[in-house]
């Protein structure tokens, strides 16, 4: 079973490699220009396992380099959210 293949088990293992990322002193601007580098390696290269992931897609198909940027960045914030609360 891919990481991809359920979209909370994809947020789990970003939240996991975020707080790697972080445990190992990379800066915010480092992790989101790597959100980016995710983001537009699946959307050109990776079919979308399910229909967030087909969304997300989308939206990245339709955004602007600078609105990419913006939801890479948002994809890093709501794993930290969640796992804020968890």
């Known amino acids: 079973m891919s990481v991809l293949d359920n979209f909370d088990t994809w947020k789990d293992f970003l939240s996991n490699r975020l707080q790697q990322a972080q445990t190992q002193g990379m800066d915010q ?7 980016y580098e995710v983001g537009d ?9 399910n229909s967030e992931e087909a969304v ?8 602007s380099e600078e609105e990419q940027h913006a939801i890479a960045n948002s994809m890093v914030k709501l ?8």
């Open 56 to 63: 997300l897609r989308e939206l990245w198909n339709a955004a």
């Open 79 to 86: 794993v930290q959210n969640e796992g804020n609360t968890n």
């Open 41 to 49: 390696y699946l959307s050109k290269s990776v079919d979308a396992k």
């Open 29 to 35: 601007q480092t992790i989101s220009n790597l959100a």
